[in-house]
């Protein structure tokens, strides 16, 4: 992924400004992911539901909505901020194995597409709360279909083992119970195998399960006729996203049966994201160079979590590669508090701006004030525009509460 000088400069200009550790976001990738997705798809009906888990910004949610995007939430907090950043309610889905009493009946009143299910139990709990509103609720049901989409353990869930979503066989069970409820109306099949999935083949062999699933299902004289294939298209750390083509041209051959739902969220704001954090100090341990800076796993934990290797450049120093090794360590009281191990890079002085690529999923997201540490500012850059997007947070928000 090249980044140009012009936008170089503006993120300085954005850190010098508003300080360090920071998230930048550019406008125009993010418009270009999506775009790119809407092309790829251009011959199949199909709705995008934003996943907002990967980043929810509201500033950049407006932007994800006006382009006609629906949403994929997973909380009420999602949900509404789902809503209030233009999201049309009948484009919102709800996702999630652990939805609460509170949470499914705030979705009933909110009158969204539908609520994805992930056990009979509660789908039971969506019955009572369809029949004691006196309202119809629709839903689907997430299967899980046994295939296995090649990704990290921790972010691998179409797998038998796994927490999310029932096999085909339960969900046939379901969908002939909910029947009796004359209140809970079926939309969709769903499935989600994973995020950072690379291979198309991965999301076919899935699909093929479902659709002997509805095909069992019209015998009963329940027609679904919308397929959601859930999200977890990769993007490599400082790449830009392959557009999955070939996944559009399979379901291009199925669209006379079916209308689809896509739920991307890392691959449409991944690459707009920019984390920078300033280089504190530089020592040795035996024979490890460390370099400690002032953003660590509290902003940014996907290096510690998943073992993730973002690139990084150096903003206002060297960026020659000088064989020679070097880790970056975040402030935080442990030793996994890493950003980057094994880097191939000159040590950069103290003071230099050091910027991540890819950092624009999973990343503000994820964040938190593990040792009391304020979250970063989130800055979006459009053309010569720079905004902040997000304050850095207060010392008083922890004092307050
Ligand atoms: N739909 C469902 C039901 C999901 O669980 C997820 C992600 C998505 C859509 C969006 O997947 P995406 O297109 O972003 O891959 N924190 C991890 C990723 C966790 C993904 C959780 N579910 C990471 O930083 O790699």
């Not at 509660?122 to 019955?127: A, G, Q, T």
């Not at 006196?134 to 989409?149: A, M």
């Not at 002085?349 to 938190?368: I, K, V, W």
Request: aromatic share 12%.
């Amino acid at each position: 992924m090249i980044i140009s000088p012009q936008f170089k400069k503006n993120i300085l200009k954005a850190v010098l400004k508003y300080g360090t550790p920071s998230y930048i976001y550019s406008k125009d990738i993010l418009e270009d992911n999506i775009y790119k997705y809407k092309k790829s798809f251009r011959d199949v009906n199909v709705l995008f539901c934003y996943a907002l888990k990967a980043n929810s910004n509201r500033v950049l949610l407006k932007i994800i909505s006006k382009n006609g995007f629906g949403a994929d939430v997973v909380s009420i907090g999602e949900m509404l901020s789902a809503l209030s950043s233009g999201f049309d309610k009948k484009k919102i889905i709800f996702s999630g194995v652990g939805k609460t009493y509170e949470e499914l009946s705030v979705a009933a009143d909110k009158e969204i597409l539908f609520i994805n299910v992930e056990s009979f139990e509660e789908l039971k709990v969506l019955s009572k709360i369809s029949v004691l509103k006196n309202k119809n609720i629709g839903f689907s049901i997430r299967i899980n279909p046994n295939v296995d989409p090649h990704t990290h353990k921790y972010i691998s869930t179409g797998k038998y083992g796994s927490k999310f979503g029932v096999s085909a066989k339960e969900a046939f069970e379901m969908y002939k119970w909910a029947k009796k409820n004359k209140f809970l109306v079926p939309i969709a099949v769903h499935f989600h195998l994973g995020s950072q999935i690379f291979k198309y083949e991965a999301y076919l062999q899935a699909f093929l399960k479902v659709e002997q699933l509805i095909k069992k299902l019209k015998c009963l004289g329940i027609n679904i006729r919308i397929i959601d294939l859930g999200g977890g298209w990769g993007v490599k750390e400082g790449e830009v996203m392959t557009p999955p083509d070939k996944l559009a041209a399979f379901l291009s051959t199925k669209k006379e049966n079916y209308s689809f739902i896509m739920e991307p969220g890392r691959s449409i704001v991944s690459s707009c994201g920019f984390f920078v954090v300033k280089t504190l100090y530089r020592k040795k341990s035996g024979v490890r160079q460390i370099v400690i800076t002032d953003g660590g796993m509290n902003d940014f934990v996907r290096p510690s979590l998943y073992g993730a290797r973002h690139p990084v450049i150096n903003l206002n120093g060297s960026n020659s590669i000088v064989n020679n090794f070097i880790d970056i360590y975040g402030p935080v009281c442990e030793s996994g508090d890493f950003l980057a191990k094994n880097v191939n890079m000159k040590v950069p002085d103290r003071g230099n701006l050091l910027c991540f690529l890819s950092a624009g999923a999973y990343g503000y997201s994820m964040s938190s004030n593990y040792n009391l540490r304020r979250k970063p500012a989130e800055i979006l850059v459009s053309g010569k525009d720079i905004k902040l997007i997000r304050k850095r947070q207060n010392y008083e928000d922890f004092l307050e509460n």
